[in-house]
């Protein structure tokens, strides 16, 4: 039985821009050409969201010169629908099916691909320990026990389902091998936990991450889903600190970590 206590994340996906077409659209339009009017520079992801919000009064050239303060005055003034236009996308490993419950009920701009449970077979598959048990919470050795005994069975349950359906299931029943393997599969894993390990390929936009991590990284929510949007607001801090450099992250008493936005739900 393998036991997880470490997630994984890849940054896979990030917006880029044409700048031969910019520069094309704003000839036509008879504005200001690059960089006149585009006050990014080379950060693509703003340069998305300023082309995008310059749309709107066609203010290319005009109005803030500083791409940091025009950032922040659509984020203090609420204009939310602009960052829709960028979007970043993470491989996740090594984290239980109980995270990714809790994350796939972000539907608002997230796109989610994750590892089946019907297609893919369990029998190797690994469990993640929650962070209770390894970050520092005291004594848990006597729940550790308990926990580990439940995964070693739901793991031999599995493999004993999975054995005896096998046999039981008449190959004339399907259309094809693999209907029948996953008939087998889908039934076997009703037995396994919420902490089975999963893996997950989410994409969200600007405005949808940030309302993650608002609601994930409150001191409100499970630590193991906290942990998985702190570390990704750390990546995208780095990656567009723009967007995300208003959020602050603190240590509460526990040991755990939270974060809280300047600018609430945009
Ligand atoms: C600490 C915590 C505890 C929770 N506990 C529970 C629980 O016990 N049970 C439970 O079922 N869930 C629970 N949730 C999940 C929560 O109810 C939300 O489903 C989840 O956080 C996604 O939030 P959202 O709907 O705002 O996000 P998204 O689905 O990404 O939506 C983003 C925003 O878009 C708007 N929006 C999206 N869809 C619609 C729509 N159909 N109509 C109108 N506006 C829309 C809303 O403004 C919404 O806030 C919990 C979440 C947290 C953070």
Redesign the pocket.
């Known amino acids: 039985m393998k036991l997880l206590t470490e997630l994984k994340v890849y940054l896979v996906s990030r917006p880029a821009v044409d700048w031969d077409q910019i520069a094309q659209f704003l000839d036509d339009e008879d504005v200001p050409g690059i960089p006149d009017s585009i006050r990014a520079g080379h950060d693509e992801s703003a340069a998305i969201v300023e082309v995008s919000a310059r749309m709107c009064y066609m203010s290319y050239g005009r109005g803030r010169k500083d791409i940091a303060d025009f950032i922040n005055n659509l984020l203090a003034s609420k204009d939310g629908s602009v960052f829709e236009h960028v979007n970043y996308g993470f491989v996740v490993t090594g984290v239980s099916r109980s995270l990714t419950h809790?994350l796939v009920?972000?539907?608002?701009?997230?796109a989610y691909s994750q590892r089946s449970q019907r297609y893919v077979d369990e029998t190797e598959g690994a469990f993640v320990v929650p962070p209770v048990f390894t970050d520092g919470f005291g004594d848990t050795e006597e729940a550790k026990q308990v926990l580990s005994k439940a995964l070693d069975s739901a793991a031999k349950d599995y493999v004993a389902l999975v054995e005896s359906l096998e046999k039981a299931l008449p190959e004339d029943k399907f259309e094809a091998p693999r209907d029948r393997r996953k008939a087998i599969r889908q039934a076997a894993r009703s037995v396994l936990p919420n902490a089975t390990e999963t893996k997950i390929f989410v994409t969200a936009n600007v405005r949808?991450w940030r309302?993650?991590f608002e609601?994930?990284g409150?001191p409100?929510?499970?630590l193991e889903i906290r942990k998985l949007a702190i570390i990704i607001l750390r990546i995208l801090q780095k990656e567009a600190p723009l967007f995300f450099g208003d959020f602050t992250i603190d240590k509460l008493p526990d040991g755990t970590e939270i974060t809280k936005p300047k600018y609430s739900?945009v």
Do not use: I, L, Q, V
């Open positions: 809790e009920r972000h539907r608002a701009g997230f949808a309302h993650f609601m994930r409150s409100f929510a499970d739900k």
